[in-house]
């Protein structure tokens, strides 16, 4: 009887000892990360966000879970979940996500798309700095000067100007996604009765749409609507893009203050529930 119970713990010991080795050689029970070269992963700086974009999972759309985002300061070759996430999606035909609090210095962004079968498949890491006062002097060695023009802003004039690399940018200027769609050097040409009756039309918009609205991203949503349409006017109406472009400078600031009001709380509560 003895001999058996011996026996027993002997073979428990044995069990535990290969379930710990098992343990230790994976990452919370997935495989080691594919490299999954068609996933094809993009990462820029857009004035004071760092906009991601991806191409479709396709290795194995059948057992797919979602996407995350993983961003690292400490790894230059980051995986969920070691290095944790900022985002994550369960539809497959989603393919960007902008990160509106990145992190000062050098960050390394990517996509990994998990299965069901506990399977990591990786994109290629992108290498992004970025600085909130706009200079990039202080960390030369680890700015991406990618050869692809940047268009970027002079804050204190709102200049606009296209460079070569975004290492060229000096400082005092902010990176923006395109010149002609975040300039407002013309806007100083309105007169101050124009610019109140803008003021004016927009505040009586913003009221309508806190009351039809009490969540922020409901609310910045249709903000970022609104600007699509304005846009749509100056392709039509050249003399309309002073006008246009004074809106949404204030436009962009609201949508900044909804931003701050934990907006972005707002909307990973609401993605759990969804």
């Known amino acids: 009887m003895k001999k058996a119970f011996y026996s027993l713990l002997a073979l428990v010991f044995i069990n535990l000892s ?49 996407y995350k985002i993983i961003r690292s300061q400490k790894n230059s070759s980051p995986v969920y979940p ?12 989603t393919n960007s ?11 390394y962004y990517r996509v990994c798309a998990i299965t069901s079968e506990k399977e990591r498949y990786c994109s290629n890491v992108v290498k992004i700095y970025y600085s909130d006062d706009g200079d990039d002097s202080s960390d030369s060695d680890s700015q991406v000067c990618i050869q692809k023009t940047q268009a970027a802003i002079e ?9 070569s690399t975004p290492c060229d940018i000096p400082s005092g200027w902010k990176q ?17 009765s124009i610019k109140e009756k803008l003021d004016k039309l927009l505040a009586n918009f913003v009221i309508k749409l806190e009351s039809k609205y009490s969540e922020n991203s409901k609310r910045i949503s249709a903000l970022e609507k609104l600007i699509k349409e304005l846009e749509k006017i100056t392709k039509k109406n050249i003399k309309m ?32 529930i969804d």
Do not use: H, R
């Open 18 to 66: 290969a379930s710990a080795t098992y343990t230790e050689s994976t990452s919370n029970w997935y495989s080691s990360p594919i490299s999954d070269t068609n996933l094809s992963f993009e990462a820029s700086v857009s004035w004071e966000s760092v906009k991601t974009s991806w191409d479709t999972f396709t290795k194995d759309e059948d057992n797919f879970i979602y």
């Open 82 to 93: 070691d290095d944790g996430y900022i985002y994550y999606t369960t539809d497959i035909n």
């Open 97 to 107: 996500y902008t990160d509106k609090s990145p992190l000062e210095g050098t960050t």
């Open 155 to 163: 804050k204190s004039t709102w200049k606009c100007k296209v460079f």
């Open 176 to 192: 923006v996604e395109k010149c002609e769609n975040t300039s407002n050097q013309d806007s100083s040409s309105l007169s101050s």
């Open 241 to 272: 893009k002073a006008m246009v472009n004074y809106l949404i400078e204030k436009i962009e600031l609201k949508i900044e203050s909804y931003q701050d009001d934990f907006g972005n709380l707002e909307s990973i509560f609401q993605n759990i």
